[in-house]
C-alpha cells in the first residue's frame, strides 16, 4: 500500500465514516478495526494511531451525532425573537424530524440497533440539558415561568420526550408519533405555566 499523508481530523473523519458503514451493513459486533483499515485500504495501525478501539470509534460517532441532531432545537431554544412557548412547541417537532436526513440515520434506526439508539438519546439529553437549563434560568428571573431546579426541569421534560422517540410511531389511541409529540408540547407549556 503506498502511504497517503492526510490532516488527522480528516483521516480520524474518514475512519469514524467507514466504520459506521461497516457498523450497518455488518453489525458492530461482527466489524473489526482489521475490517474498518481494510475497507480504507489502510493498514490496522493506522486505525489505531487515532482510536484505541471500535468502541471508541462509536463512541465519538454518537456523540457527534447527538451534536449534528441538536442544532436546530439549540436554534430554536436560544431565537429570543419568538415567545418562550412558541420557542417550546417549535423545538419537539424539529427533533423529530432533524434526524431523518443525518448521515448515521441508518444505523442508528436498524432493527436490532434499538440499544444503540437508546445511547444516542441519552446523549442528546446530555449535550441539550445545559442550553435549555439555560434558557428556563433566564426565563425564570424574568419572571416568565417559576422554577426552583431549571436543571431538573430540563431532564424531566427532555426524558419525557424521549420516551417518545423510543415508540411506536401511533399510540394506542391512534395518534401519530407527531401529533403525540404536539400534545407532549401542550403538557410541557402546561407544566411551565407558559
Do not use: W
Request: net charge negative.
Amino acid at each position: 500500500m503506498s502511504r497517503v499523508l492526510k490532516d488527522p481530523e480528516v483521516r480520524k473523519q474518514e475512519i469514524l465514516d467507514t466504520a459506521m458503514k461497516l457498523f450497518h451493513e455488518k453489525g458492530y459486533d461482527a466489524t473489526s478495526i482489521a475490517d474498518i483499515a481494510k475497507a480504507m485500504n489502510v493498514v490496522p495501525g493506522l486505525c489505531y494511531r487515532y482510536f484505541s478501539s471500535k468502541h471508541e470509534i462509536f463512541d465519538m460517532a454518537i456523540k457527534e451525532y447527538a451534536k449534528e441532531s441538536c442544532q436546530d432545537a439549540i436554534a430554536i431554544i436560544q431565537d429570543r425573537t419568538k415567545s418562550f412557548k412558541e420557542r417550546i412547541e417549535t423545538c419537539g417537532l424539529i427533533m423529530l424530524h432533524k434526524e431523518d436526513n443525518s448521515k448515521h440515520h441508518d444505523f442508528f434506526h436498524n432493527a436490532g440497533n434499538e440499544t444503540f439508539h437508546l445511547q444516542l438519546i441519552i446523549e442528546m439529553i446530555n449535550y441539550l440539558t445545559p442550553y435549555i437549563s439555560k434558557e428556563l434560568s433566564v426565563q425564570n428571573n424574568a419572571g416568565e415561568i417559576a422554577v426552583d431546579n431549571p436543571e431538573l426541569m430540563t431532564k424531566f421534560i427532555l426524558f419525557g420526550e424521549a420516551a417518545l422517540l423510543l415508540s411506536p410511531l401511533v399510540d394506542a389511541q391512534g395518534n401519530p408519533l407527531e401529533e403525540q409529540v404536539k400534545q407532549t408540547q401542550d403538557y410541557i407549556c402546561k407544566l411551565l405555566d407558559i
